[in-house]
C-alpha cells in the first residue's frame, strides 16, 4: 500500500503538545496498519480536513483525528457524520468506548484504547462503500 502524504499533517503532529503528541502518533500508526491489512486498498491519502489529520482511500469514508485546546483531556476519531458508522460502532461496542454524537470515539488522556476493537471501526470506516449495506458493517474483532 502506498501512504501519500503532506509537510502539512507532519507539522500538525509536530505541534501537538508532548503529553498527546504519542497518543496521536499511534493511532496514526494504527489507521495505517489498518489500512495495508485490508485487501484492495492500494494508496491512503493522509491530509489536513479542518486542519486536522485525515486518512481517505477510494472505496471508504474519510476519518479525521485531533486533540484540542478546549478538551485538554480528551482526543478523538471522528468519522463523517451522515455516515452509519458511529451509530453502528455504539451499537457493537457501547461498553468500549465513549462517543460523541453521530460523529466520533473520544479517548481519555489516561486511557488504555481497545485497540482491537478500534481497528474493526477503522477497517469499517476505510471499507464503507463496500460494507455500508450490511446490518453491521461487516464488523468483526
Do not use: N
Not at 502506498?2 to 499511534?26: G, S
Not at 494504527?30 to 481517505?56: C, H, M, N, Q
Amino acid at each position: 500500500m502506498k501512504l501519500i502524504t503532506t509537510p502539512e499533517v507532519a507539522a500538525v503532529f509536530a505541534e501537538y503538545p508532548d503529553f498527546v503528541r504519542h497518543k496521536m502518533q499511534d493511532l496514526r500508526e494504527l489507521v495505517i496498519k489498518t489500512a495495508k491489512e485490508i485487501e484492495g486498498i492500494d494508496e491512503l491519502e493522509e491530509t489536513l480536513r479542518w486542519g486536522e489529520p485525515s486518512y481517505i482511500c477510494k472505496k471508504g469514508s474519510t476519518l479525521r483525528m485531533d486533540w484540542k485546546a478546549k478538551s485538554p483531556d480528551q482526543y478523538a476519531m471522528y468519522f463523517k457524520c451522515t455516515s452509519r458508522l458511529v451509530e453502528t460502532f455504539k451499537l457493537v461496542f457501547e461498553d468500549k468506548f465513549q462517543f460523541e454524537g453521530k460523529r466520533a470515539i473520544v479517548f481519555q488522556i489516561d486511557q488504555k484504547i481497545p485497540e482491537k476493537e478500534l481497528k474493526a471501526c477503522i477497517r469499517a470506516a476505510l471499507s464503507y462503500h463496500k460494507v455500508k449495506q450490511l446490518d453491521d458493517l461487516g464488523i468483526q474483532y
